[in-house]
Protein backbone atom coordinates (compact mmCIF):
# COMPACT_ATOMS: atom_id res chain seq x y z
CA UNK A 1 0.00 0.00 0.00
CA UNK A 2 2.90 2.86 1.10
CA UNK A 3 4.22 1.80 -2.39
CA UNK A 4 0.98 2.01 -4.68
CA UNK A 5 0.94 5.24 -2.57
CA UNK A 6 4.38 6.70 -2.82
CA UNK A 7 4.00 6.11 -6.73
CA UNK A 8 1.14 8.00 -7.42
CA UNK A 9 3.02 10.39 -5.55
CA UNK A 10 5.36 10.37 -7.97
CA UNK A 11 2.56 10.82 -10.98
CA UNK A 12 1.43 13.58 -9.50
CA UNK A 13 4.42 15.46 -9.27
CA UNK A 14 5.49 14.18 -12.62
CA UNK A 15 2.15 15.39 -14.18
CA UNK A 16 2.58 18.80 -12.23
CA UNK A 17 5.91 19.25 -13.55
CA UNK A 18 5.14 18.12 -17.08
CA UNK A 19 2.00 21.13 -17.16
CA UNK A 20 4.83 23.60 -15.53
CA UNK A 21 6.63 22.93 -18.17
CA UNK A 22 3.90 23.65 -20.90
CA UNK A 23 3.03 26.44 -18.94
CA UNK A 24 6.61 27.40 -19.17
CA UNK A 25 7.31 26.91 -22.92
CA UNK A 26 3.97 29.06 -23.78
CA UNK A 27 3.60 32.87 -24.97
CA UNK A 28 2.27 34.58 -21.61
CA UNK A 29 -1.46 35.16 -22.25
CA UNK A 30 -3.35 38.01 -20.65
CA UNK A 31 -6.82 39.20 -20.13
CA UNK A 32 -7.36 42.91 -22.07
CA UNK A 33 -8.89 44.78 -18.91
CA UNK A 34 -10.35 47.90 -19.19
CA UNK A 35 -12.48 50.63 -16.30
CA UNK A 36 -14.59 50.06 -13.33
CA UNK A 37 -17.81 47.80 -13.46
CA UNK A 38 -20.83 47.15 -11.50
CA UNK A 39 -20.06 44.49 -8.85
CA UNK A 40 -21.95 41.22 -8.86
CA UNK A 41 -24.60 41.57 -6.11
CA UNK A 42 -23.53 38.17 -4.93
CA UNK A 43 -19.61 39.69 -4.41
CA UNK A 44 -20.96 42.52 -2.91
CA UNK A 45 -23.24 40.78 -0.01
CA UNK A 46 -20.66 39.11 0.76
CA UNK A 47 -18.26 41.89 1.35
CA UNK A 48 -20.81 43.27 3.59
CA UNK A 49 -20.38 40.08 5.78
CA UNK A 50 -16.59 39.94 5.41
CA UNK A 51 -15.24 43.49 4.66
CA UNK A 52 -11.75 42.71 5.16
CA UNK A 53 -12.24 40.11 2.32
CA UNK A 54 -13.02 43.16 -0.28
CA UNK A 55 -10.68 45.95 1.56
CA UNK A 56 -6.99 44.26 0.24
CA UNK A 57 -4.94 46.44 -1.46
CA UNK A 58 -2.09 45.44 -4.00
CA UNK A 59 0.58 47.98 -5.48
CA UNK A 60 0.72 47.86 -9.25
CA UNK A 61 3.40 45.63 -10.40
CA UNK A 62 4.46 42.86 -12.39
CA UNK A 63 2.35 39.57 -11.96
CA UNK A 64 4.30 36.62 -9.26
CA UNK A 65 6.65 34.88 -11.05
CA UNK A 66 5.23 31.13 -11.87
CA UNK A 67 7.99 29.11 -10.28
CA UNK A 68 7.89 24.97 -10.37
CA UNK A 69 6.87 25.20 -6.59
CA UNK A 70 4.06 27.64 -6.81
CA UNK A 71 2.57 26.00 -9.87
CA UNK A 72 2.14 22.52 -7.81
CA UNK A 73 0.64 24.50 -5.14
CA UNK A 74 -1.93 25.99 -7.72
CA UNK A 75 -2.32 22.67 -8.57
CA UNK A 76 -3.05 21.19 -5.33
CA UNK A 77 -5.28 23.88 -4.64
CA UNK A 78 -7.64 23.39 -7.95
CA UNK A 79 -7.40 19.86 -7.26
CA UNK A 80 -7.96 19.78 -3.71
CA UNK A 81 -10.59 21.96 -3.29
CA UNK A 82 -13.00 20.50 -6.22
CA UNK A 83 -12.36 17.09 -4.44
CA UNK A 84 -12.94 18.14 -1.22
CA UNK A 85 -16.44 20.42 -1.67
CA UNK A 86 -19.11 18.84 -3.15
CA UNK A 87 -21.84 20.79 -5.41
CA UNK A 88 -24.41 22.10 -4.32
CA UNK A 89 -26.48 25.15 -5.33
CA UNK A 90 -27.34 28.17 -3.10
CA UNK A 91 -31.01 27.34 -2.80
CA UNK A 92 -30.18 24.06 -1.82
CA UNK A 93 -27.19 25.26 0.61
CA UNK A 94 -29.04 28.29 2.16
CA UNK A 95 -32.83 28.61 0.41
CA UNK A 96 -31.47 31.30 -1.53
CA UNK A 97 -30.16 32.41 -4.83
CA UNK A 98 -26.52 33.76 -5.34
CA UNK A 99 -25.28 33.45 -1.89
CA UNK A 100 -21.71 33.85 -1.87
CA UNK A 101 -19.77 32.31 0.73
CA UNK A 102 -16.78 30.12 1.53
CA UNK A 103 -17.59 26.31 1.71
CA UNK A 104 -16.94 25.78 5.03
CA UNK A 105 -19.63 23.19 5.50
CA UNK A 106 -18.24 21.14 2.73
CA UNK A 107 -20.92 22.12 -0.36
CA UNK A 108 -20.86 25.25 -2.37
CA UNK A 109 -21.48 26.11 -6.37
CA UNK A 110 -18.92 27.55 -8.35
CA UNK A 111 -18.01 31.35 -6.80
CA UNK A 112 -17.78 29.63 -3.07
CA UNK A 113 -15.10 26.94 -4.79
CA UNK A 114 -13.44 30.27 -6.16
CA UNK A 115 -13.33 31.98 -2.80
CA UNK A 116 -12.18 28.76 -1.44
CA UNK A 117 -9.46 28.44 -3.94
CA UNK A 118 -8.03 31.95 -3.41
CA UNK A 119 -8.71 31.61 0.51
CA UNK A 120 -6.12 28.76 0.36
CA UNK A 121 -3.87 30.68 -2.14
CA UNK A 122 -3.12 33.67 -0.53
CA UNK A 123 -2.41 31.65 3.01
CA UNK A 124 0.73 29.89 0.78
CA UNK A 125 1.90 33.88 0.09
CA UNK A 126 0.25 34.65 -3.25
CA UNK A 127 -1.28 38.42 -3.51
CA UNK A 128 -4.83 39.25 -3.62
CA UNK A 129 -3.92 41.11 -6.81
CA UNK A 130 -3.04 37.78 -8.52
CA UNK A 131 -6.11 36.22 -7.21
CA UNK A 132 -8.98 37.65 -8.90
CA UNK A 133 -12.92 36.48 -8.76
CA UNK A 134 -13.50 36.22 -12.28
CA UNK A 135 -17.10 36.08 -14.08
CA UNK A 136 -17.58 34.33 -17.69
CA UNK A 137 -20.09 32.76 -19.51
CA UNK A 138 -20.30 29.07 -20.56
CA UNK A 139 -20.88 28.01 -24.27
CA UNK A 140 -24.44 27.72 -22.66
CA UNK A 141 -25.14 31.15 -22.08
CA UNK A 142 -25.03 30.69 -18.52
CA UNK A 143 -23.25 32.50 -15.86
CA UNK A 144 -20.04 31.17 -14.55
CA UNK A 145 -17.49 32.41 -11.65
CA UNK A 146 -13.74 30.80 -11.66
CA UNK A 147 -10.58 31.82 -10.07
CA UNK A 148 -8.07 33.68 -11.97
CA UNK A 149 -4.67 33.36 -11.01
CA UNK A 150 -2.15 36.17 -12.73
CA UNK A 151 1.82 35.19 -12.87
CA UNK A 152 4.71 36.30 -15.11
CA UNK A 153 3.74 33.34 -17.68
CA UNK A 154 0.42 34.47 -18.15
CA UNK A 155 -3.41 34.19 -16.53
CA UNK A 156 -4.70 30.85 -15.56
CA UNK A 157 -8.07 29.93 -14.39
CA UNK A 158 -9.38 27.59 -11.52
CA UNK A 159 -12.20 26.27 -12.33
CA UNK A 160 -14.78 23.38 -10.50
CA UNK A 161 -15.96 22.24 -13.69
CA UNK A 162 -12.21 21.55 -14.79
CA UNK A 163 -9.45 19.37 -13.38
CA UNK A 164 -6.99 21.25 -15.73
CA UNK A 165 -5.53 24.37 -14.41
CA UNK A 166 -5.53 25.83 -18.14
CA UNK A 167 -4.99 29.43 -19.47
CA UNK A 168 -7.99 31.28 -19.94
CA UNK A 169 -7.17 31.03 -23.68
CA UNK A 170 -7.24 27.00 -23.49
CA UNK A 171 -11.34 26.96 -22.05
CA UNK A 172 -13.95 27.87 -24.10
CA UNK A 173 -15.36 30.52 -21.78
CA UNK A 174 -16.78 34.27 -22.65
CA UNK A 175 -14.82 36.50 -19.62
CA UNK A 176 -16.84 39.69 -18.81
CA UNK A 177 -15.51 40.87 -15.67
CA UNK A 178 -13.25 40.64 -12.79
CA UNK A 179 -11.47 41.80 -9.80
CA UNK A 180 -9.36 44.66 -10.00
CA UNK A 181 -5.60 43.12 -9.68
CA UNK A 182 -4.99 46.87 -7.42
CA UNK A 183 -8.03 46.57 -5.36
CA UNK A 184 -9.91 43.79 -4.49
CA UNK A 185 -13.69 45.44 -3.54
CA UNK A 186 -13.73 46.94 -7.35
CA UNK A 187 -14.48 44.90 -10.60
CA UNK A 188 -13.46 45.62 -14.06
CA UNK A 189 -14.35 44.72 -17.47
CA UNK A 190 -12.79 42.39 -19.61
CA UNK A 191 -12.71 44.01 -23.27
CA UNK A 192 -14.74 42.04 -25.61
CA UNK A 193 -16.64 40.03 -22.63
CA UNK A 194 -20.21 41.20 -23.64
CA UNK A 195 -22.92 41.77 -20.71
CA UNK A 196 -22.56 39.69 -17.36
CA UNK A 197 -25.17 37.00 -17.08
CA UNK A 198 -25.01 37.88 -13.25
CA UNK A 199 -27.33 40.40 -11.06
CA UNK A 200 -25.06 43.42 -10.54
CA UNK A 201 -24.93 46.25 -8.26
CA UNK A 202 -23.62 49.63 -9.16
Known amino acids: MK ?7 LLAISVWLGAWGTANAAEPAFMHTGGRTTQPVGHYEFCQRLPGECRQIT ?16 IEVNNGVNVQVKPKTDMENYGIEDYWTFPDNGFG ?17 VPAGDLLLTVARLPNGDGHA ?20 LSFTETDYTYLKRQSSENSGVWVTINEGGEAPVASVR
Do not use: H, Q
Open 3 to 9: KIAKNLG
Open 59 to 74: PKGVPIELTRKLWAKI
Open 109 to 125: DCEDYALEKRRRLMSAG
Open 146 to 165: VLTVRTSLGEFILDNLESRV
